[in-house]
């Protein structure tokens, strides 16, 4: 089916900058891949939305990232990215790349392991 990795994750101090990236595998019909997003969750906290974009390249953030975080897409890759900076110790999460596919067959939403996102001095 679908896979989802992430990777870029790590240790970055306050106001540091760091690269998300997510590849999907498997069987993809990539126009059906509608949007793609991340989404972290700190301990003891739900799972919230980040950011996402859509196939057609509209963006949405989560008002605590706006400005200092950018989602791009790489359709022919299957591949998003998240760029992050400014980076704030509440950033600090596991950052969970999600992948949305409809219609046909495969549909539904798809999860990644998650990568660990820590800022701190």
């Known amino acids: 089916q679908v896979q989802l990795v992430e990777s870029g994750g790590g240790l970055v101090q306050p106001g540091g900058s760091l690269r998300l990236s997510c590849a999907a595998s498997?069987?993809?019909?990539?126009?059906?891949?509608?949007?793609m997003g991340w989404y972290r969750q700190a301990p003891g906290k739900q799972r919230e939305s980040v950011a996402r974009?859509?196939?057609?390249?509209?963006?949405n953030y989560a008002d605590s990232v706006k400005g200092r975080f950018t989602i791009s897409r790489d359709n022919a890759k299957n591949t998003v990215y998240l760029q992050m900076n400014s980076l704030k110790p509440e950033d600090t999460a596991v950052y969970y790349c999600?992948?949305?596919?409809?219609?046909?067959?495969?549909?539904?939403?798809?999860w990644g392991q998650g990568t660990q996102v820590t800022v701190s001095s």
């Open positions: 999600n992948l949305v596919l409809w219609p046909g067959v495969g549909s539904g939403n798809y």
């Open positions: 974009i859509t196939s057609g390249g509209n963006t």
């Open positions: 498997g069987s993809i019909v990539s126009r059906n891949v509608i949007v």
